[in-house]
């Protein structure tokens, strides 16, 4: 190791001894790891196998993977030049310490609403991390996406700076709820459509998104199609725990638990769930319901009871704290059914948190179902049970199967 290598490294170490050295650091380090586990950061900035906040994570978007930087206070491959005018500077406007703009793979869409203070104790916490030596290619982009002045254009079209401003109509409690679904924890981020330029569309704000071949469901209080006939405490306990009685998180929502929500006060979890029953109720129209002599509702049935029913019964009601139940049950009701296809093609295992650890498991079905069959069973159970849902496509799921590299059925094309 050359000499001007290991003076960094220790410099970077000497720092992070230093940022402890006032008892008022220590408290504001603290409170700083409490908001980056709100904002579950650590999923994004930490790649497989990797260290924690080191970077190298590739997010894939629609115009291609952009590689997530290193947040460690290394100075040459992380944060270790930057100051707190610099990260507050990318948080609330989006533009690197270098002056380049950044994509709004990072939220700052979202982070601008965080406030100064909060801003300063993450990055006193970030300080406190190990340096590590990550270097990440932070132009992986395909042109012309790689062009970085594009995002002046698109800041103008659809991002305004601004730090969140409570509304005094509501109480401190939904004030703070809606600071951290709308600002800290950039819920709509995933659980809000998308436009052909990869910004968030407002007007249908948390009304599902689909992301990575996932439906990150809507989370208004509609009725059907949301939280509407969740409880209060209901939420607290999906979020806290990764379950409810009736239904169980996985895909990528899994990690949020794990990472970020499981570790939160009981008092954010309250004020989240109060934000989210109380700012109003969204969703599409009821689609009619398909006829039980429907020949795909028919195909469906047959298929549920020889494949489904044995864990989710006959009515759809599942098994409590074991398997979801189906019926009236928002999830299997999304405008967008690519969630359903995705578990039943290659399966998927609950999320396992210290509350809850025992994570069951829904094995793969592409093995032993065609892909008219996985139409016609969700199409089924869309439907069926006070459900109601537009059908699937066999169109559809031979698309996804392609897509997450799922087991094929000997019969399927």
Known sequence: MNGARLAAICGAVLFSHAALAEPDNYVEAARGKALITAGDCVACHTAPGGQSYAGGLALDTPFGAIMTPNLTPDPTTGLGNWTADDFYHAMHEGIGRDGQHLYPAFPYTAFTKVTRADSDAIFAYLRTLPAVVNAVDRNSLPFPFDIRAAMIGWNALFFT?????????????????AYLVEGLGHCGTCHTPMNAFG???????????????????????????GLGAWSVEEIMQYLSTGQTANTVASGPMADVIVHSTSQMPQTDLHAIAVYLKQRGAAGSATPAVLAASDPHMQSGAAIYVDTCAACHTTSGAGIEHAFPRLAKDPAVQQDDPASLIRVVLAGTRAVATNAEPTALAMPSLGYRLTDAQVADVLTY?????????????ASDVAKLRTEVGGPVNAATP
């Open 161 to 177: 700076p601004g730090t969140f401003t409570p509304d005094p109509k509501r109480s401190d409690e939904f004030n703070r709820g």
């Open 199 to 225: 910004a968030n569309k407002a007007d249908v704000f948390l009304q599902a998104n689909q992301i990575d071949n996932w439906i990150a469901p809507n989370i208004t209080d509609d009725a059907r199609l």
């Open 381 to 393: 159970v869309r439907n069926s049970w006070g459900n109601a849902a537009a059908a699937v496509a």
